[in-house]
T-cell receptor
Framework: NAGVMQNPRHLVRRRGQEARLRCSPV?????VYWYRQLPEEGLKFMVY????????ESGMPKERFSAEFPKEGPSILRIQQVVRGDSAAYFC????????????FGQGTRLTVV | GESVGLHLPTLSVQEGDNSIINCAYS??????FIWYKQESGKGPQFIID?????DKRQGQRVTVLLNKTVKHLSLQIAATQPGDSAVYFC???????????FGTGTSLTVIP
């Protein structure tokens, strides 16, 4: 799982600011998944993307959250006008087209909203 | 919606003993399950998986058992070592095949 790179590892934002979380998948992986983990809880699915396409965003909050996975560059999870409840660890996983059996997680970005 | 939960939030075992971590799932249509290990400050790490057409699968020091009748998974760790201390999650693949549903996790502490 060392191949999935997330940055920054830690991010502090004031309420109302924007947070941008980046995920570079394993080389050759075309599928990216974002999960959120609150303290003492499991991982909650947010969004599933392929290059230039959002496949499933059923876990994304309707407002302030967006994700993209451009043809070139990392996948970005963007949170606008952050609130304290957004404080969490955000994990990215990537997989090849054949799916989850070869998926790997990154180390996560820990977002703290103050 | 689907839910995956664990019976015990914490588990302490003596080094060298065997550990058993349990997990209940609710979606009988799920056909793929994975156990992940998450160490403090790190991302989940794949341990072992099992498909619904199997009852048991063994890896190195780990065994996963699947009981579809009662929708129950267990992870058995043989000869538990201090390096096994972590939070363990079970996850099931959702109907779409795109989502993994994770339980809260069980925190395993190995006592030297």
């Amino acid at each position: 799982n060392a191949g999935v790179m997330q940055n920054p590892r830690h991010l502090v934002r004031r309420r109302g600011q924007e947070a941008r979380l980046r995920c570079s998948p394993v080389k050759g992986h075309s599928h990216v998944y974002w999960y959120r983990q609150l303290p003492e809880e499991g991982l909650k699915f947010m969004v599933y993307l392929q290059k230039e396409n959002i496949i499933d965003e059923s876990g994304m909050p309707k407002e302030r959250f967006s994700a993209e996975f451009p043809k070139e560059g990392p996948s970005i999870l963007r949170i606008q006008q952050v609130v304290r409840g957004d404080s969490a660890a955000y994990f990215c996983a990537s997989s090849p087209p054949q799916g989850w059996t070869e998926a790997f997680f990154g180390q996560g970005t820990r977002l703290t909203v103050v | 919606g689907e839910s995956v939960g664990l019976h015990l939030p914490t588990l302490s075992v003596q080094e060298g003993d065997n550990s058993i971590i349990n997990c209940a799932y609710s979606n009988s249509a799920s056909d793929y399950f994975i156990w992940y290990k998450q160490e403090s400050g790190k991302g989940p790490q794949f341990i072992i998986d099992i498909r619904s057409n199997m009852d048991k699968r063994q890896g190195q020091r780990v065994t996963v058992l699947l009981n579809k009748t009662v929708k129950h998974l267990s992870l058995q760790i043989a000869a538990t070592q201090p390096g096994d201390s972590a939070v363990y999650f079970c996850a099931e693949v959702g109907n779409t095949g795109n989502q993994f549903y994770f339980g809260t996790g069980t925190s395993l502490t190995v006592i030297p």
